[in-house]
């Protein structure tokens, strides 16, 4: 298998998992523009990956998207994408102040519909 052949596996895992945190079908990811950044401090501590979603996406389909807040931006908790076996991933998981800065994030910036 080229190298080639793998980053196209590997860009299909990573927009089926972000899709399915989003609350959306990969056709449907596809049909918006977006960007990943951080939220971070200053020393590169990162608080929370953003997705950021272009104003002209569909609307139908930003409305299925859970939590997303007035400038088609949603917070999601910093190694959301990493494997289980990742360092940080275990960092994140087996601290409970990561996971209570998390939920403070979440239920401050949470609508109500």
Do not use: C
Request: hydrophobic share 30%.
């Amino acid at each position: 298998m080229s190298n080639r052949q793998l980053e196209d596996i590997e860009e299909e895992r990573f927009n089926n998992k972000l899709a399915k945190i989003l609350g959306i079908s990969s056709d449907e990811l596809g049909e918006l523009d977006w960007n990943i950044d951080t939220d971070e401090s200053d020393d590169g501590f990162i608080y929370s990956r953003l997705i950021l979603l272009s104003e002209d996406s569909p609307k139908h389909v930003l409305d299925k998207i859970y939590d997303l807040d007035d400038n088609n931006t949603l917070y999601l908790n910093p190694y959301v994408f990493e494997e289980p076996n990742d360092e940080n991933f275990d960092m994140y998981n087996e601290n409970p102040k990561y996971i209570i800065n998390d939920l403070v994030k979440l239920f401050s910036k949470k609508k109500i519909k």
